[in-house]
């Protein structure tokens, strides 16, 4: 069974805190990619990768950085968190080429900021 | 960035009933892509169309992609309890080299289903 993992499933952490948050995924994907989802706002994208060590900037950047290292692993780094980051996060990874639009995405990470 | 309109926010539908949602965008997309999430879980694909006037179903669900390439449609017949969720349009502007998976996604579809 193919799967996207994502390394906690709540999170709570303190306004100035530098956050990791951890993905991996077992599909020999060349993307991947980190979303946050808000009520009603819907799925925004804040950063994705094509290949190892290659990342984009998405819609949402700002206060985000990311890292790939290896190809199964994409992490999403917080670096002084704020209580605005307060979100659900997903990962997702996909084919690269065509197919890459059929996402996988992982059960999400629910991050309070306090 | 591009945006994409989905409607309605939410619905309340008796088991047995048909829903209908619906997506629109003031730009062009090539690819439309409908994706549900259950509660607690991660968003799952259920459809992708490809081409301008495409329609494809997956069992009780029939998506159509509109003519103009601005507008998507979801329909699903015969609700049942697990229909469940939220359901999320999603389109791809750009085909070819890094553009394949930057979706951009709806704000959402709300359905609860009474039995």
């Known amino acids: 069974d193919v799967k996207v993992t994502q390394s906690s499933r709540y999170l709570v952490k303190r306004t100035g805190e530098k956050v990791f948050l951890e993905c991996v995924q077992d599909m020999d994907h060349e993307n991947m990619f980190w979303y946050r989802q808000d009520p009603g706002l819907g799925l925004r994208l804040i950063y994705f990768s094509y290949d190892v060590k290659m990342k984009e900037k998405g819609d949402i950047p700002e206060g985000y950085s990311v890292s790939r290292e290896k190809k199964e692993r994409f992490s999403l780094i917080l670096e002084s968190a704020s209580t605005n980051q307060t979100s659900m996060y997903l990962c997702a990874s996909s084919l690269g080429g065509q197919g890459g639009e059929k996402l996988f995405f992982g059960s999400g990470t629910q991050l309070s900021v306090l | 960035g591009q945006q994409l309109n989905q409607s309605p926010q939410s619905m309340f539908i008796q088991e047995g009933e048909d829903v209908s949602m619906n997506c629109t965008s003031s730009?062009?997309?090539?690819?439309w892509l409908w994706y549900k999430q259950d509660p607690g879980e991660g968003p799952v694909l259920l459809i992708a169309?490809?081409?301008?006037?495409e329609l494809t179903s997956n069992g009780r669900l029939t998506a159509q992609f509109g003519i103009t390439r601005k507008d998507s449609f979801l329909n699903i017949s015969a609700s049942i309890p697990s229909d469940v969720g939220i359901y999320f349009c999603?389109?791809?502007?750009?085909?070819?080299?890094?553009?394949?998976?930057?979706?951009?996604f709806g704000q959402g579809t709300i359905l609860t289903v009474h039995p």
């Open positions: 169309l490809y081409k301008a006037g």
């Open positions: 999603a389109g791809q502007s750009d085909a070819g080299g890094t553009s394949y998976g930057k979706l951009t």
């Open positions: 730009s062009i997309f090539n690819t």
